[in-house]
T-cell receptor, first 115, second 110 residues
Framework: EAGVVQSPRYKIIEKKQPVAFWCNPI?????LYWYRQNLGQGPELLIR????????DSQLPKDRFSAERLKGVDSTLKIQPAELGDSAVYLC?????????????FGPGTRLLVL | KQEVTQIPAALSVPEGENLVLNCSFT??????LQWFRQDPGKGLTSLLL?????REQTSGRLNASLDKSSGRSTLYIAASQPGDSATYLC?????????FGSGTRLLVRP
């Protein structure tokens, strides 16, 4: 069974440019998460989807970040415009129903460097 | 606000040693606690998940304990191997959201 797929794996951009990350969760998983992991820190949740509905986006900086999960499968996270402080690893995870009894399965992440 | 702390931040041990990684959290109202492993440039892999009603979980050479009342968890690794070298992250689920610690970076020397 394929795991969580993310692309691109690496991205280097100049500040003020836009950037987008893509995630394909494990087949059948209804809940999808986007996390940001700064160097030397644990991941922090940005947004959680149940099917196509964003049920927790309290940590998403809405002035520059946006996300969508059309048809409740793939998801895209966008930053526009990017700032130097956005340099981090962006992780996508998925789980079947998003309940506390389940573990989340993580993708390899997209490493973003903003110059 | 839930905060998760992991001690030590880094650890270097010779192969074969038994070791303990520590995790503490400030709010005992949690659904579960999980331990993850992260290899450089890779995503996170779940090692053990302890429900709030449980005291411990075991998988192979790994044993994780949970003491909700004191806000502590430990991950015990028996007979460590060089392949165990990675960053170990503790996370608590207290509101359908995982709150992570900063991790313990483990190096097992051959």
């Amino acid at each position: 069974e394929a795991g969580v797929v993310q692309s691109p794996r690496y991205k280097i951009i100049e500040k003020k440019q836009p950037v987008a990350f893509w995630c394909n969760p494990i087949s059948g998983h209804n809940t999808l998460y986007w996390y940001r992991q700064n160097l030397g820190q644990g991941p922090e949740l940005l947004i959680r989807y149940e099917n196509e509905e964003a049920v927790d986006d309290s940590q998403l900086p809405k002035d520059r970040f946006s996300a969508e999960r059309l048809k409740g499968v793939d998801s895209t996270l966008k930053i526009q415009p990017a700032e130097l402080g956005d340099s981090a690893v962006y992780l996508c995870a998925s789980s079947y129903a998003g309940t506390p009894e389940e573990t989340q399965y993580f993708g390899p992440g997209t490493r973003l460097l903003v110059l | 606000k839930q905060e998760v702390t992991q001690i030590p931040a880094a650890l270097s041990v010779p192969e074969g040693e038994n070791l303990v990684l520590n995790c503490s959290f400030t709010d005992s109202a949690i659904y579960n606690l999980q331990w993850f492993r992260q290899d450089p440039g890779k995503g996170l892999t779940s090692l053990l998940l302890i429900q709030s009603s449980q005291r411990e979980q075991t998988s192979g050479r790994l044993n994780a304990s949970l003491d909700k009342s004191s806000g502590r968890s430990t991950l015990y690794i028996a007979a460590s191997q060089p392949g165990d070298s990675a960053t170990y992250l503790c996370a608590v689920d207290s509101s359908y959201k995982l709150i992570f610690g900063s991790g313990t970076r483990l190096l097992v020397r051959p």
